[in-house]
């Protein structure tokens, strides 16, 4: 489950360092980030708000999660695209425009934290741009990668998105792949998720190890409340059915799933074995994109950006519920001052 490597960028005692999780959506992310967060590393100023789909919070960075999908959809991608691996650098200056703006989110959503926590699975395939982002500002990184059942994740998909099972782990398949293709020279850990609900303490002490450093601040309070997040519950669905009836997906997403089980069980298993999926995840890409319409891709694009419009009212939303609640809060003390004002003139009135 560990994987200790020299990290990109700054690592010393006083430098800054990111915590990345990285994997598909649905696969526990939302878990290891919250982890991670009791622990002491630090959660953007904007997340987005649980749901039906995820009561306890995403701890997804809202403005982050817009950003990575305007840059993927730049590359004529999305974050449901199964070819969204390998990453497809812009060229000109759009890239250093894009990094540019990213690099402007980053300082916004983190300040001067010392251990800033990204978490958004779109970062996963776009970890390229992410890491070139995080150089640029001098914070080294260390990845944690929650391994989950691919059908589990593809239950999850089926319920909130319509996905087929076929698509849902081919997703799987390429956000893993790229999760550890490119983190291969970053201190990392891989963190089963059921192991992660059974015994958090062990899965943290796994995750130490792996990037040679302690968590920022795993306090007894900090376990306490690890403790009441980390229930049952969140074991939302279970794998059901088999990926040898899903074809030549789910047969490459069962070879995935065999080497990161593995490596969350402490071994060491061989890379070409994931090199050989990306091989032929990439021949698939080359005979069916030309099946692919012009129309398919617009309206792959069109609800892209559907997505990003309701994501940004959602944004707006939850800062317009922030500032009522903060004017309540302030009609309230003036109601108090109000009265207390009032009992004093009272008590004036009564002694003359």
């Not at 970890?127 to 080294?140: M, N, Q």
């Not at 450093?213 to 939302?236: N, Q, V, W, Y």
């Not at 099946?291 to 891709?297: A, E, K, Q």
Request: net charge neutral; proline share 5%.
């Amino acid at each position: 489950m560990t994987t200790k490597n020299p990290g990109s960028g700054p690592q010393g005692a006083s430098a800054r360092t990111a915590y990345l999780v990285l994997g598909m959506h649905r696969s526990g992310t939302s878990a290891v980030t919250q982890l991670l967060a009791l622990a002491g590393a630090r959660l953007p100023e904007n997340v987005m708000p649980g749901d039906e789909h995820n009561a306890k919070g995403y701890f997804e960075p809202w403005k982050v999660a817009i950003l990575n999908d305007g840059r993927l959809r730049a590359a004529d991608s999305a974050w449901d695209d199964v070819f969204a691996f390998p990453f497809r650098p812009l060229g000109g200056d759009a890239e250093a425009q894009w990094l540019s703006r990213a690099r402007t989110l980053f300082a916004e959503e983190f300040g001067e934290a010392r251990h800033p926590l990204l978490k958004d699975p779109r970062a996963t395939v776009l970890l390229p741009f992410w890491r070139a982002v995080l150089s640029e500002l001098e914070v080294g990184a260390r990845c944690v990668v929650p391994v989950r059942h691919p059908l589990a994740v593809a239950g999850s998909l089926s319920r909130r998105d319509g996905f087929t099972a076929e698509k849902s782990v081919l997703l799987w398949s390429a956000y893993m792949l790229a999760a550890e293709a490119y983190s291969r020279d970053l201190p990392r850990a891989f963190v089963g998720y059921d192991s992660l609900l059974r015994d958090w303490r062990g899965e943290a002490a796994r995750i130490e190890a792996a990037h040679g450093a302690p968590l920022p601040r795993l306090t007894e309070r900090a376990a306490g409340a690890i403790d009441k997040f980390l229930s049952p519950d969140l074991r939302h669905n279970a794998a059901q059915g088999d990926l040898a009836a899903l074809g030549w997906a789910g047969e490459m997403a069962a070879t995935i799933h065999a080497w990161f089980e593995a490596a969350a069980a402490g071994q060491a298993p061989d890379s070409a074995v994931l090199d050989a999926a990306a091989e032929a995840l990439a021949r698939r890409r080359q005979e069916v994109g030309a099946l692919v319409s012009p129309l398919t891709r617009d309206l792959d694009l069109a609800r892209a950006e559907l997505h990003d419009m309701r994501q940004q009212l959602v944004l707006e939303r939850d800062s317009l519920e922030r500032d009522i609640k903060q004017l309540r809060t302030e009609l309230e003390a003036l109601r108090r001052e109000r009265r207390l004002a009032e009992g004093r003139l009272d008590a004036i009135l009564r002694l003359s």
